[in-house]
């Protein structure tokens, strides 16, 4: 991991704010130990050999995180430390995602980045513009997340996980809203700054289950494109009566987008070489409003245009990336992401963020790469842990690779 002190600036109180690291780093080596261990349960289980290995792997992802955090330590604000030893699973995931994205903020190659207790998150510059984000965790409720966890759902419950994450995610966003208004009238947004939300959708996904936040899929809506679309452009369900695209509405005022399913498996007919198949051409209602949970009033979409900020950005931010960057070699991994941008700034403002996937208000929407596992009826998570273990894990146990924490 890169050293900050080339890309941030220390605040006043610093001394005071980091009296508590070393209670607040002992706290957290015991709950990432925790969390750790129960999301690659599936390594522990596999041998005892992987098991021990896992072990040492774990110990590694816990230095890397702890360099992390004494890393960022400069730029968090003077509750972070208190807060993030709170037993409240929101409050916690919200403070450690933006150390998280802080680190993304490396990575993606941003410099000078600041940031004050009032204002936004992170203001940091590349490319000679100036960037601010606004880190924001949607946190539904405790029986949702329930449901969220559970690998089988009826139709009925999985429809309300579906409505509740995707009202979350607009609950958050005109929060963020409401703040940058805020921000911009108390100055703390620069002059031509490009202020981008980033919404980090960790407890929308199964919390014990590992993989989020390295190469497992983000957090999708009804339209199986990435919640944010769903929460920003309007998508919904895919309409699935107009496959050869002939059909006419039965409301003049319905809205439809273009859907582009890719095919991101190949199939392979009496043993001949894999086929990829063609992409598919679906389309999507665009909805113009949400309804809030009581159906009491609604949400606006289409947030993109506007109200004046640059993107939305949508990315798990989460403990488990420490898996891949604890060998030098897996640096490279990121999490996926998907980044919705105005139309005026979309070409800038991605010439600048990583992203996996990209969204904007003129273009046809593109689902991003699912699992294969899903067209099964599996959910990804033991699908990717045997992926992991053949390709990645299984060598490394019997080569005997080095491995490092990401601050060593």
């Given at each position: ?287 113009k409003e949400i309804p809030s949970r009581k159906n009491t009033g609604t949400v ?69 790469v699912m699992s294969p596992a899903r067209l099964f009826g599996f959910e990804p ?28």
């Open positions: 991991m890169p050293s900050n002190e080339t890309h941030s600036s220390a605040k006043p109180g610093t001394t005071k704010k980091n009296r508590t690291n070393d209670l607040c780093i002992a706290y957290l080596q015991t709950k990432w130990r925790d969390i750790l261990t129960k999301r690659f349960a599936y390594f522990f289980d596999k041998s005892p050999q992987s098991g021990q290995r896992m072990e040492q792997i774990i110990d590694c992802m816990i230095k890397g995180l702890e360099s992390l955090f004494l890393n960022f330590s400069n730029l968090k604000d003077t509750q972070f430390n208190t807060q993030v030893m709170l037993p409240d699973i929101g409050v916690y995931s919200q403070r450690i995602a933006e150390m998280l994205f802080y680190y993304r903020l490396l990575g993606m190659g941003f410099g000078d980045i600041k940031s004050k207790d009032a204002g936004p998150d992170f203001v940091a510059e590349k490319n000679g513009e100036t960037f601010c984000f606004e880190v924001v965790t949607p946190t539904p409720q405790d029986s949702i997340r329930e449901l969220i966890d559970q690998s089988k759902l009826t139709p009925e419950k999985r429809d309300l996980v579906f409505r509740e994450r995707l009202l979350s995610v607009t609950s958050a966003i005109k929060d963020k809203l409401k703040k940058f208004e805020a921000h911009k009238s108390a100055g703390h947004v620069p002059e031509g700054a490009h202020y981008i939300i980033v919404i980090n959708d960790s407890l929308l996904l199964p919390y014990d289950q590992p993989w989020y936040g390295v190469q497992a899929e983000l957090c999708f809506g009804d339209s199986t494109l990435p919640i944010a679309v769903d929460a920003t452009l309007g998508s919904g369900e895919i309409d699935f009566t107009d496959i050869l695209g002939e059909a006419l509405s039965n409301n003049d005022s319905d809205q439809f987008q273009n859907l582009v399913m890719r095919s991101n498996f190949g199939v392979s007919i009496n043993g001949g070489e894999p086929v990829t198949p063609e992409d598919s051409l679906l389309r999507v209602k665009i909805r606006l979409v289409d947030i993109a245009e506007s109200v004046g900020v640059a993107g939305i950005y949508q990315i798990t931010l989460r403990e488990d990336l420490m898996f891949y960057h604890s060998f030098e070699f897996g640096r490279s991994a990121m999490p996926a992401s998907a980044l919705i941008s105005s139309v005026k700034n979309k070409q800038l403002v991605r010439n600048s963020i990583f992203f996996t996937s990209t969204y904007a208000k003129d273009e046809d929407l593109v689902q991003p998570h033991d699908f990717n842990s045997e992926a992991v273990y053949n390709t990645f894990f299984k060598p490394v146990l019997e080569g005997g690779e080095l491995y490092r924490s990401p601050g060593s």
